[in-house]
């Protein structure tokens, strides 16, 4: 059952694999904002685990980002989620994430929910 309030965090320390450099977002070996993003996005899945119904998935509709700080490789980054909004089938999630340092980023994350088979009967 979904409830607002619920949140669920996760940490992940910054790799080569992260870095605007890699991602192709820019020049810098620094946390890439695509990085960012999807560690936001795959937060927000974790978040929803075990609440919905049976036979049903989430899919991201909208996200909103600001990406306000760097952070270096080797540092550790940590990301949570949390459910505002639930509105029929669309979830409403924000979303932090921070560094040693301080916040790196927020996101307003919109996830709609899904029939997997029927939604991928109509690609």
């Keep these: 059952m979904l409830e607002t ?10 790799g080569p694999k992260d870095t605007a450099l890699a991602h192709g ?5 620094v946390f890439a904002t695509p990085a960012m993003v999807g560690l936001m996005e795959n937060t927000a899945i974790h978040c929803l685990e075990g609440m919905l119904e049976p ?6 509709i ?7 700080k760097a952070t270096a490789v080797g540092k550790k980054v ?12 669309r979830i409403r999630i924000e979303i932090e994430a ?6 790196i980023g927020h996101a307003i994350h919109d996830r709609f ?5 029927k939604f991928m009967s109509k690609l």
Excluded: F, N, W
Aim: hydrophobic residues 25%.
């Design 62 to 68: 909208e996200i909103h980002v600001q990406h306000t």
């Design 98 to 103: 921070t560094d040693e340092k301080g916040t």
């Design 113 to 117: 929910i899904i029939y997997p088979e």
């Design 25 to 29: 977002s820019g020049h810098l070996e």
């Design 55 to 60: 036979d049903t998935d989430t899919v991201g």
């Design 5 to 14: 309030g619920k949140s669920y965090t996760q940490e992940i320390i910054v």
């Design 78 to 89: 940590m990301c949570k989620a949390t459910i505002v909004e639930i509105d029929g089938r």
